[in-house]
């Protein structure tokens, strides 16, 4: 068969435990056979047909017999080498063979080692800052579990989302190695004409958005740093070599402390005066986050508080900027509905004065009042949701009961439209520990939390392209 990268007589080796490949009852092929054909299939497909690599795979080996001269010579000829670990692996002579010889031959840092980690275990020092591709997850009581045992079953999508990130970047691999004419020597990812982009490692249960958003990046072709595992001994400075490679820090945050590490990236990245986007769920209560640290972080004025897909957008719009338009730009044209209650008319005038600097037109809701019947209060209501571009509803002194009403009606009338609203902005002033959630979400719909007014991320927000 062809072999994809010159001067080499295969592009992938896979080393592996036999063990790790015994098929369980009721199935007939092994964990490992199954996992390198799903491999096999999405390689071809990014790289463009059926022949386009070459990849070696030993079927007869057993753990008490030796690596053959054959063995060895599929090993010295081969681009990169794909190894399974596991404890069957760790217990291998022959597989700590395959794997020293291949990092005399390429080297530690020639990114030629691609990790597949069968089960949660130690690592040797030799594999320490590899970056991995974990193939195992925490079940609900915290106990780590194989993917894909027996076989991969349709319910375990974040099997198949991991092997597509696996072929992807073994394909993009062996496209670099490629492209240097030269086996040996493989592209600084600073020779890209993207920018690189440190994205923060998050707690467990963040795990597979993670996942998700390096997916998306991925998929645009964005570098993405970290590529290792840091040393605990030399944590800051390796972590702070990694941070001044990179335009721009972004970082998934949940309610869970992790150990301060979140705090700890996000405080190397601020004093590094790296440009910072951070995101959590729209959803997450601040009121019910306990420790008072990780609240902060989360009311930090670079939170985003939207769904993933919409984060994904404010990146590529960060990284993407219109080069023609003014920073920021007036939004000429744009006429914003500030909905507030009578409760808050000291917040609505921070904000009016906000929108006035700015030049950016918009309206209030009337005046309750003896000259105004409740009639003419809904349809002056119902008249500024129909053709108002955007929306900012106020829940500050006013209850969560008026806040989630006024969403109501933002929903109704987007069926009388004939465009839907670009933008519906609560902003929530953190100004109570009881405050009740509003447990609500719509298409469109942003939080914005904070116990002080940001006047620079509010603009952030109704200066984004999709207002």
């Given at each position: 068969?062809?072999?994809?990268?010159?001067?080499?007589?295969?592009?992938?080796?896979?080393?592996?435990?036999?063990?790790?490949?015994?098929?369980?009852?009721?199935?007939?092929?092994?964990?490992?056979?199954?996992?390198?054909?799903?491999?096999?299939?999405?390689?071809?497909?990014?790289?463009?047909?059926?022949?386009?690599?070459?990849?070696?795979?030993?079927?007869?080996?057993?753990?008490?017999?030796?690596?053959?001269?054959?063995?060895?010579?599929?090993?010295?000829?081969?681009?990169?080498?794909?190894?399974?670990?596991?404890?069957?692996?760790?217990?291998?002579?022959?597989?700590?063979?395959?794997?020293?010889?291949?990092?005399?031959?390429?080297?530690?840092?020639?990114?030629?080692?691609?990790?597949?980690?069968?089960?949660?275990?130690?690592?040797?020092?030799?594999?320490?800052?590899?970056?991995?591709?974990?193939?195992?997850?925490?079940?609900?009581?915290?106990?780590?579990?194989?993917?894909?045992?027996?076989?991969?079953?349709?319910?375990?999508?974040?099997?198949?989302?991991?092997?597509?990130?696996?072929?992807?970047?073994?394909?993009?691999?062996?496209?670099?190695?490629?492209?240097?004419?030269?086996?040996?020597?493989?592209?600084?990812?600073?020779?890209?004409?993207?920018?690189?982009?440190?994205?923060?490692?998050?707690?467990?249960?963040?795990?597979?958005?993670?996942?998700?958003?390096?997916?998306?990046?991925?998929?645009?072709?964005?570098?993405?740093?970290?590529?290792?595992?840091?040393?605990?001994?030399?944590?800051?400075?390796?972590?702070?070599?990694?941070?001044?490679?990179?335009?721009?820090?972004?970082?998934?945050?949940?309610?869970?402390?992790?150990?301060?590490?979140?705090?700890?990236?996000?405080?190397?990245?601020?004093?590094?005066?790296?440009?910072?986007?951070?995101?959590?769920?729209?959803?997450?209560?601040?009121?019910?986050?306990?420790?008072?640290?990780?609240?902060?972080?989360?009311?930090?004025?670079?939170?985003?508080?939207?769904?993933?897909?919409?984060?994904?957008?404010?990146?590529?719009?960060?990284?993407?900027?219109?080069?023609?338009?003014?920073?920021?730009?007036?939004?000429?044209?744009?006429?914003?509905?500030?909905?507030?209650?009578?409760l808050d008319k000291e917040l609505s005038q921070q904000i009016e004065n906000v929108l006035e600097n700015q030049e950016i037109a918009y309206s209030l809701p009337l005046i309750p009042s003896t000259n105004t019947t409740p009639t003419e209060l809904r349809q002056d209501l119902e008249e500024n949701l129909l053709y108002c571009d955007a929306v900012i509803i106020l829940y500050g002194q006013t209850s969560v009961v008026w806040v989630r009403e006024q969403l109501r009606y933002c929903r109704r009338m987007q069926g009388q439209r004939s465009v839907p609203l670009k933008l519906i902005l609560v902003y929530n002033q953190l100004s109570s520990p009881s405050k009740l959630p509003l447990n609500m979400n719509l298409p469109n719909l942003r939080l914005l939390e904070s116990a002080e007014l940001q006047p620079e991320l509010l603009?952030?927000?109704?200066?984004?392209?999709?207002?």
């Amino acid at each position: 068969m062809p072999v994809y990268v010159p001067n080499y007589k295969n592009d992938i080796f896979v080393s592996y435990a036999h063990v790790d490949n015994e098929p369980w009852v009721g199935t007939d092929k092994g964990w490992v056979t199954t996992l390198i054909s799903q491999i096999k299939i999405l390689l071809k497909q990014q790289l463009g047909r059926a022949d386009a690599f070459t990849l070696w795979m030993d079927y007869k080996l057993r753990g008490n017999e030796s690596v053959t001269p054959d063995i060895d010579e599929q090993l010295h000829n081969s681009a990169l080498l794909l190894l399974i670990l596991s404890p069957g692996y760790l217990a291998s002579r022959w597989c700590r063979y395959e794997l020293t010889t291949f990092l005399t031959k390429a080297g530690k840092n020639s990114g030629r080692v691609f990790m597949i980690e069968k089960n949660r275990l130690e690592r040797p020092p030799e594999l320490g800052d590899l970056l991995g591709y974990p193939f195992w997850t925490l079940d609900e009581r915290e106990n780590p579990r194989t993917l894909a045992v027996p076989c991969p079953q349709p319910n375990e999508p974040e099997y198949y989302r991991r092997v597509d990130d696996l072929a992807r970047e073994l394909a993009g691999k062996l496209q670099h190695l490629k492209q240097t004419d030269s086996p040996s020597i493989s592209i600084p990812l600073q020779s890209t004409t993207f920018p690189t982009i440190f994205l923060a490692e998050v707690s467990t249960d963040l795990d597979e958005r993670r996942y998700q958003l390096k997916r998306y990046l991925d998929q645009h072709n964005i570098p993405i740093l970290p590529n290792r595992r840091y040393s605990p001994t030399n944590l800051q400075a390796e972590l702070d070599e990694d941070l001044q490679h990179c335009t721009l820090f972004i970082q998934l945050l949940s309610g869970q402390h992790a150990q301060g590490y979140p705090q700890f990236q996000y405080d190397r990245a601020k004093a590094l005066g790296l440009p910072i986007l951070q995101w959590r769920e729209l959803t997450l209560n601040l009121n019910n986050i306990e420790l008072e640290s990780q609240r902060k972080l989360l009311e930090s004025p670079t939170v985003i508080a939207s769904s993933l897909v919409e984060f994904q957008t404010q990146i590529a719009h960060y990284l993407h900027p219109q080069p023609s338009l003014p920073s920021p730009p007036k939004l000429t044209g744009t006429w914003v509905f500030l909905n507030a209650s009578p409760l808050d008319k000291e917040l609505s005038q921070q904000i009016e004065n906000v929108l006035e600097n700015q030049e950016i037109a918009y309206s209030l809701p009337l005046i309750p009042s003896t000259n105004t019947t409740p009639t003419e209060l809904r349809q002056d209501l119902e008249e500024n949701l129909l053709y108002c571009d955007a929306v900012i509803i106020l829940y500050g002194q006013t209850s969560v009961v008026w806040v989630r009403e006024q969403l109501r009606y933002c929903r109704r009338m987007q069926g009388q439209r004939s465009v839907p609203l670009k933008l519906i902005l609560v902003y929530n002033q953190l100004s109570s520990p009881s405050k009740l959630p509003l447990n609500m979400n719509l298409p469109n719909l942003r939080l914005l939390e904070s116990a002080e007014l940001q006047p620079e991320l509010l603009l952030n927000l109704l200066h984004s392209p999709t207002v």
